[in-house]
């Protein structure tokens, strides 16, 4: 309402100030002495006209009226303005500046009194767009002022103080504790366009000075972040006169270090609004003099108060590219910062460790503006921590997890922050021989420290992204004995990554580290039987959490070839933990063996970096091959494509990240022995397309399906650069790739190295099909079950009755969300890879049906006015030209295939065509009339089974013998293509519907009368007009009367049977005390026996009206 009430004042006033103009051009023609004026050929001069410009303006400007300045202002504040059009907020800005203006001194003061204050206040914290608006505002009344006090700028004004403190308040205040940006902000474009060292600009900084002691705002907050930041950028940053430089120095420690009048010292979010004072003013002999003496002083006498200031305050110093502190004299100088730093992790408090932690790191990078040098902060901090680590000393000993957890994370900081800055160094660049010692130092003392972890807990931390769980705020756990472990790996990969990026050749540090890693494999090969449950869990730890390490492929690669090398023994071992996989699997199928699955990617690994692939082991190979059959379950199945491994891929970090990469890297290997003339069990690939040797139907192997069910639910990646510490600076590759990236990648390998004689791209097209369908269908059928009544609802997702609604779920799991047990964005990007050009075989008509149906997965079902129907269109007009076209042109029955599959899918509830949809004719009555008694629900077939009781959830219905075994046979290792039994998932309906949507758009834009069908720009409009009119509708009308006439043979019975809830036996309507005293037995607890219900049938009318073949075959007391 009020954002249409500013749109009609602005056309209003819009609409008078055109009338007024209008009145005054007409007045000036109507004025005496113009003719006189031009008959003397006088000419006005640019200075006349641009002053009767000037005068016309003023006069305006007079004649519109003057806006209420408290309403204005208040308005601005407000919220409402969020969501106005562009024109309306631009109006309310104009009008508050046209308020200020007209009103003079008055309106000033009233700013830096109480209006100012009320105004600021009102600004909700939620909305950055108000308080965007209003900052803006008082930044403009401040240079306002300034300049309207001009020679007396240097006096002190109690209105501009006001209105300086006003905007404080307003920068500091604001959801999580004001916002920085907008502080740099108002520094760079409000106050920016002053010249520092002018009259106007050094007193509004002397105006923040005064607002830096001072706190503002309902909660007392210091407002010394802002006004630092402010008055630094008046005074010119570094370059201030060193008087003014020391005053905000003085200023910064009382207010942050000494509590500045409250009851504790500054916290995180008032030190983060000072980081640019910190950034650009603070110069290294105010960071001397004071603020490092004082700091240490209260590291010294409150470290617990202080220590979380502290640790923000050398955070920002290190975070500042500008910055040029160097800290060295006071590491261990009289301000002893590093012997603080590392008393306070052994706290027993984790914000205390944590804020340590974060010191210690942004510490050791305050070297100046040179490299770091020989006893500089880094090798000072990097030593120390690895002594604690070590335990050298009792009294700095980190005896606990909670302890070292802090010190891996402080050593995995402080490595993240060397690999930014050696980018580019290494073979072309000559490294620093410190940060090369330094690196060599933290992989000895963090893989010392490691070996004190235990593995066997610390192997849960493996199952989330991020290698470590997370609490509230984002602090670790309380399991230390998960955590800490999970830093330190992260700590050792980024020290043997920074050895690795400068060229090191591998010293005694980096030896320990491989020996780290390397110890649960050689043990492996030494023992006789199956490996410990331990050692299992160390291997599976220490090597996965290098081979999901967000430092990167390269980097698991070269230290895995490190490891062959360095030890001879490793093979052996990784050849004994796929034989215990193996074994394991036979005896217990419902477990996924990640430790095989580790063991088998290291030794492709291996095999992929020699020139000559050489031979794996038998089990691995085994292992592996058995993904080119098709249908294997159970415990015949290899451990490699087990249900239970292919279910793990889309919940468990090791294997979503490894096992289709597994299978990439197989394929490639096969590729690569059968160019060198090698045998292979599996000479044909193991992704390819096979026919049945029983019904010839086509089916799929079983690494084409798990590589499928791989690219249905991608695993997520990790970032690069924080590592499982966090903290650091954000480098430029954190951004982390989309999930489905590495499924592409493998997929586009497959495709590449897999023989032509496999049909990789249709198998894969198949599975991935199937795969949609399945997991989408089964994700329907447990929402019925779950939602089929209230118990099972409640049982599900308890309702608090305390509430008047039902709780809202938002995201995967609402009722409106197109993730339905599978990833749409994923298979419509695997389905694009497949569908393009390039190696992997030439596809069917089929084939290309189901990846276009696969591209349009999970979207809208609008035809005009989306973005992504305009994509689809995009997409769908390429994919006809460059590959629908093309294979058209050599064969003709293409458009009928993809016509064929999108008609089923759209129309049909199975691929399976119906036969019998027309009935008619005597014979068809007679037919009619046995498929009617075959489909009368007989004895059980009329029962739910009864699961639950007392408000236990039920179960649901029991398939029937044909779902079941469809079902069966697609969680087993392979799948058929063309199930006749198997149901197409609403998914797949939708996604027709929507590729029709897609197709009818393109053919429109062709007609036949007007347009040329031989240009090749029209091209794919053309085969779209031909695929809509020709052969799809024909299919659709078949299915659809087919579909009419199966409709038409429901009974009343079949009806109520389908809508009765689950878990209660069905009573037909009229039915006799026989099946009432059935369901009296059944719900005594006594056995089920048959129910037998006399069948309904009508009179010989209804009869003789079926026999005649009449269109409305509808008996009385039947519904459709």
């Known amino acids: 309402r009020a954002c249409e009430l500013w749109t009609g004042r602005w056309l209003l006033s819009h609409l008078i100030q055109k009338t007024r103009e209008r009145s005054i051009e007409e007045r000036e023609r109507t004025m005496p002495g113009d003719d006189e004026h031009a008959s003397s050929g006088g000419e006005e001069t640019p200075d006349d006209v641009s002053e009767s410009e000037e005068e016309s303006e003023e006069e305006e400007e007079d004649d519109a009226p003057v806006p209420d300045l408290r309403r204005s202002v208040l308005l601005l504040a407000s919220a409402r303005l969020d969501g106005a059009a562009p024109p309306v907020r631009s109006r309310a800005a104009d009008d508050a500046r046209t308020a200020v203006r007209k009103g003079g001194d008055g309106a000033l003061e009233k700013l830096g009194g109480k209006l ?225 730093g590392t008393k306070q992790l052994r706290s027993s408090k984790s914000e205390s460790r944590d804020a340590a932690s974060s010191l210690l790191s942004s510490l050791a990078s305050l070297s100046g503006s040179g490299p770091h040098g020989k006893g500089g902060p880094l090798e000072s901090v990097a030593g120390a921590i690895g002594d604690a680590l070590a335990g050298k000393s009792p009294a700095t000993a980190l005896s606990t997890p909670e302890m070292r957890r802090g010190g891996y994370a402080a050593l995995d900081r402080i490595g993240a922050e060397l690999l930014e800055g050696t980018e580019g160094e290494g073979e072309e660049g000559e490294a620093s021989p410190v940060v090369e010692s330094v690196a060599d130092a933290v992989a000895g003392a963090v893989s010392a420290a490691l070996g004190k972890e235990k593995d066997v807990e610390a192997v849960a931390s493996l199952s989330s992204s991020t290698g470590v769980r997370r609490g509230k705020g984002g602090k670790a756990g309380e399991n230390a004995a998960v955590a800490a472990p999970a830093f330190g790996m992260s700590a050792l990969v980024t020290a043997m990554a920074l050895s690795k990026r400068l060229g090191s050749k591998g010293g005694k540090g980096y030896s320990a580290a491989l020996s780290y890693l390397s110890e649960p494999v050689v043990k492996a090969a030494a023992t006789k039987g199956a490996p410990s449950a331990a050692l299992s869990a160390s291997f599976r730890f220490r090597l996965g959490s290098l081979l999901i390490s967000p430092r990167g492929d390269d980097l698991a690669e070269s230290v895995i070839l490190d490891m062959f090398r360095a030890d001879k023994k490793v093979e052996a071992g990784l050849a004994a933990m796929v034989d215990a996989s193996a074994k394991k699997h036979a005896a217990a199928d419902a477990v996924a063996q990640v430790d095989g699955l580790i063991a088998v990617h290291i030794l492709l690994i291996r095999s992929a970096s020699a020139k000559s692939a050489p031979a794996l082991p038998a089990s691995a190979v085994k292992a592996l091959d058995a993904g080119s059959s098709a249908a294997l379950s159970g415990k015949k199945a290899s451990f490699l494509y087990g249900s239970a491994m292919i279910d793990a891929a889309a919940t468990d970090a090791v294997v979503g990240r490894l096992l289709h990469r597994v299978i990439a890297a197989y394929v490639k290997y096969q590729s690569k022995r059968a160019d060198e003339g090698g ?442």
Not at 289 to 308: E, W
Not at 801 to 810: D, M
Not at 848 to 867: E, F, I, N, P, Y
């Open 116 to 340: 100012g204050l009320n105004a600021v206040e009102s600004c909700p914290p939620s909305s950055a767009r108000a308080r965007r608006r209003l900052s803006s505002l008082l930044a403009d009344i401040l240079v306002l002022r300034a300049i309207k006090n001009g020679d007396a700028a240097s006096s002190v004004d109690p209105c501009l103080n006001g209105i300086a403190r006003s905007l404080c308040i307003l920068l500091a205040s604001g959801r999580g504790g004001g916002s920085p940006a907008l502080v740099e902000e108002i520094s760079r474009e409000g106050l920016g366009h002053l010249d520092p060292g002018s009259d106007a600009a050094d007193a509004i900084a002397a105006a923040f000075l005064d607002a830096a002691s001072k706190l503002g705002g309902k909660a007392k907050k210091p407002l010394f972040g802002p006004a630092l930041s402010l008055a630094a950028g008046l005074y010119g940053g570094s370059g201030a006169d060193p008087a003014r430089r020391k005053e905000m120095a003085e200023a910064f420690v009382q207010a942050a270090l000494s509590g500045g009048g409250t009851a504790g010292f500054a916290s995180l979010g008032d030190v983060a609004l000072s980081a640019p004072y910190l950034a650009s003013s603070l110069t290294q002999s105010e960071f001397d003099d004071f603020v490092a003496p004082a700091m240490g002083l209260k590291l010294r006498a409150k470290p617990d108060a202080v220590i979380g200031t502290a640790g923000a305050i050398f955070s920002a110093l290190a975070s500042s590219s500008s910055s040029k502190i160097d800290a060295t004299s006071h590491v261990e100088g009289e301000t002893k910062l590093l012997a603080a």
């Open 679 to 1120: 045998a292979s069990s599996a000479s044909e690939g193991i992704v390819r397309s096979a026919k049945s040797k029983k019904d010839g139907a086509s089916s799929y192997s079983a690494a084409a399906r798990t590589l499928a069910r791989c690219a249905c639910n991608p695993y997520p990646h990790r970032r690069q650069g924080g590592g499982a510490g966090g903290g650091g600076r954000k480098s430029s590759s954190s951004s982390a790739p989309s999930p489905s990236s590495a499924v592409a990648t493998s997929v586009q390998t497959v495709l590449t190295y897999s023989p032509l004689s496999a049909d990789a791209r249709g198998a894969l097209l198949s599975a991935l099909f199937s795969s949609v369908n399945t997991l989408s269908g089964h994700d329907a059928s447990v929402t019925a079950s779950l939602g089929s009544s209230r118990e099972a609802r409640e049982a599900y997702h308890p309702v608090d009755e305390t509430y008047a609604k039902l709780p809202v779920v938002r995201g995967r799991c609402a009722v409106t969300s197109s993730h339905r047990n599978y990833d749409p964005n994923s298979a419509r990007r695997i389905a694009a890879v497949l569908a393009g050009h390039g190696p992997g075989g030439r596809m069917s008509g089929r084939d290309l049906a189901k990846a276009m149906v696969l591209s349009h997965a999970g979207t809208t079902q609008k035809s005009t006015g989306s973005r992504q129907r305009e994509a689809l269109m995009t997409y769908t007009i390429g994919m006809i030209r460059e590959v629908v076209a093309p294979l058209a042109k050599e064969n003709n029955s293409i458009i009928a295939e993809i016509a064929e599959l999108m008609a089923s899918c759209a129309s049909s509830s199975s691929l399976e065509k119906k036969k019998d949809d027309k009935i008619d004719g005597e014979e068809g009555a007679k037919e009619e009339e046995k498929m009617l008694e075959d489909a009368k629900p007989k004895g059980k077939a009329k029962a739910a089974s009864v699961a639950g009781r007392k408000g236990k959830p039920q179960d649901a219905k029991k398939p029937s013998s044909s779902s079941s075994s469809s079902s069966k046979k697609a969680a087993e290792g392979g799948g058929s293509d063309d199930e006749g039994d198997s149901l197409i998932s609403a998914v797949l309906h939708e996604s027709a519907l929507s590729l029709l949507t897609t197709l009818g758009g393109i053919a429109g834009n062709f007609d036949p009368q007007f347009d040329d069908p031989e240009d090749e720009d029209n091209e794919p409009y053309v085969l779209a007009r031909k695929l809509c009119v020709d052969e799809v509708c024909p299919r659709l009308r078949e299915q659809l009367d087919g579909s009419a006439v199966r409709v038409a043979k429901l009974t009343e019975e079949e009806v109520d049977l389908y809508r009765s809830p689950e878990g209660i036996l069905f009573k037909p309507a009229g039915g006799d005390s026989e099946a009432g005293e059935a369901a009296t037995a059944s719900a005594a607890g006594a056995p089920l026996t048959r129910v037998r219900t006399p069948r309904r049938r009508g009179g010989r009318e209804e009869k003789r009206r079926a026999t005649s073949g009449r269109a409305s075959r509808r008996r009385s007391g039947r519904g459709r």
